[in-house]
């Protein structure tokens, strides 16, 4: 009697296209649901506490509408070229402020550090003639070199950020008033580098309108060129009707300014720089591993360390950065005002430097903010001080509704951020 093996059915060999799909994260699929997709997305976001720029737009709409009610000058051509212009030094210098922002540092040497700046340049131009590009450039190099000083202590020694520009604050205060000696003011030469910043302008009425056109250009290609890289790694990508709307809006906005500041006296030199520091800020902060370990840095130091950054390196270079835009602005500022002077950065020109980044959107807390926010939040403040000055207060007033429009935007973070927790998002 043989044994008789039983057969058994063996099981269905696996089939990997039974397999379960994977997940989507529904957020990823925004940009492919079209115009719906995005408005569902806003509505998650404002309850999520992700404002982003909506607020100071906002704002910006309601202090044009106040003002303008008020006095129907402020929106004439003259007053917002002037806008345009007043806006440029402390913009810049704001720029500088928002990376520090970004690792939730702060710096309160800015003022001084454009002082020294102005008196440096003032100096070297005037007092002991030599050539005022060399002078403005040694100018520049002081202001990179006083950053990075603020930078080791910070990164290499471990002083707190805000002791050292505290400890700068008082000390370039000093430095500059020892560079300008018994001269209360150095005034600007005329025709010099430093005396165009903020007196020049293009008249001829294709530079507006042009740069207008290359800002609207360089904005669509590289939507598509992001829109095409997307595609191509199949990724979510806007579609072209979301694209022609972006570029729609950008255009109005553009050609507008572009028309207004034509009908005063042209396109100001100052902002167009103030715009090329803005763009090529943002591409480092966005386009750049520099600016990705900015972010992690500011998200979290200890991650961003085993992650593999060199903390110390981006730390000392944000305040270099920070140093050399505060002298630019320095020199904006001694532009506009005619000349060095001991108390060039004094005031409230650290305050609104710093207001202006807050108000634009960068948190206090370090890791969230954009380069535009400099823009928007300058926007805000010096349109408050023209507003106020075409009516006739009193510069307390100024101080005072500043303070306010500062506290406002600290508080909206605040509780974005803690809405955002809520909801699990922080």
């Known amino acids: 009697m043989t044994d008789t093996v039983k057969k058994t059915d063996t099981p269905p060999a696996l089939d990997d296209s039974a397999a379960p799909a994977p997940v989507t994260d529904p957020r990823l699929l925004v940009r492919e649901q079209g115009f719906r997709g995005y408005v569902t997305e806003f509505k998650r976001k404002v309850r999520g506490g992700e404002l982003g720029s909506i607020p100071v737009v906002l704002g910006l709409i309601l202090i044009a509408v106040i003002f303008q009610s008020q006095d129907s000058s402020f929106l004439s051509p003259d007053n917002l070229s002037n806008i345009g212009i007043y806006i440029a030094g402390p913009g810049i210098m704001a720029v500088g402020v928002v990376f520090v922002l970004l690792l939730?540092?702060?710096?309160?040497?800015?003022?001084?550090?454009?002082?020294?700046?102005?008196?440096?340049?003032?100096?070297?131009?005037?007092?002991?003639?030599?050539?005022?590009?060399?002078?403005?450039?040694?100018?520049?190099?002081?202001?990179?070199?006083?950053?990075?000083?603020?930078?080791?202590?910070?990164?290499?020694?471990?002083?707190?950020?805000?002791?050292?520009?505290?400890?700068?604050?008082?000390?370039?205060?000093?430095l500059q008033i020892w560079l300008m000696g018994s001269e209360g003011t150095i005034n600007t030469p005329r025709g010099s580098l430093v005396e165009q910043l903020t007196n020049f302008f293009f008249d001829d009425i294709a530079a507006a309108y042009g740069l207008a056109l290359v800002a609207v250009l360089g904005y669509l290609a590289s939507?598509?060129?992001?829109?095409?890289?997307?595609?191509?790694?199949?990724?979510?990508?806007?579609?072209l009707s979301e694209v022609a709307l972006?570029?729609?809006?950008?255009?109005?906005?553009?050609?507008?300014?572009?028309?207004?500041?034509?009908?005063?006296?042209?396109?100001?030199?100052?902002?167009?720089?103030?715009?090329?520091?803005?763009?090529?800020?943002?591409?480092?902060?966005?386009r750049t591993s520099y600016g990705r370990q900015i972010f992690a840095c500011g998200g979290s130091t200890e991650a961003a360390r085993r992650a593999g950054i060199n903390v110390?390196?981006?730390?000392?270079?944000?305040?270099?950065?920070?140093?050399?835009?505060?002298?630019?602005?320095?020199?904006?500022?001694?532009s506009q005002s005619g000349g060095a002077t001991k108390s060039l950065g004094a005031g409230n020109v650290l305050m609104n430097v710093i207001a202006a980044a807050v108000i634009g959107g960068t948190s206090l807390f370090g890791g969230r903010g954009k380069i535009w926010s400099a823009l928007l939040g300058m926007l805000v403040i010096q349109s408050i001080m023209q507003g106020l000055?075409?009516?006739?207060?009193?510069?307390?007033?100024?101080?005072?509704?500043?303070?306010?429009?500062?506290?406002?935007?600290?508080?909206?973070?605040?509780?974005?951020?803690?809405?955002?927790?809520?909801?699990?998002?922080?």
């Open 312 to 334: 110390e390196r981006v730390r000392i270079t944000v305040f270099m950065i920070a140093g050399t835009l505060a002298v630019v602005g320095g020199l904006f500022i001694a």
């Open 223 to 239: 939507m598509l060129l992001d829109s095409r890289r997307r595609r191509e790694a199949s990724l979510p990508y806007r579609p």
């Open 104 to 174: 939730g540092e702060i710096d309160l040497s800015v003022g001084s550090v454009a002082g020294v700046g102005a008196a440096v340049w003032a100096v070297l131009s005037t007092v002991h003639g030599i050539d005022d590009g060399v002078a403005v450039l040694c100018a520049v190099a002081a202001g990179a070199a006083i950053g990075t000083v603020h930078g080791f202590f910070f990164a290499k020694v471990g002083v707190p950020a805000f002791v050292v520009t505290l400890a700068g604050f008082l000390g370039w205060s000093g």
């Open 246 to 286: 972006r570029t729609g809006l950008l255009a109005l906005v553009a050609f507008t300014a572009a028309y207004q500041l034509n009908q005063a006296r042209g396109l100001p030199l100052a902002l167009v720089i103030f715009l090329a520091v803005l763009v090529i800020a943002d591409f480092v902060s966005r």
């Open 389 to 426: 000055n075409l009516l006739g207060m009193a510069s307390e007033i100024q101080y005072m509704i500043t303070g306010a429009v500062l506290l406002a935007a600290v508080v909206l973070d605040s509780v974005s951020r803690r809405t955002q927790k809520t909801a699990g998002r922080a």
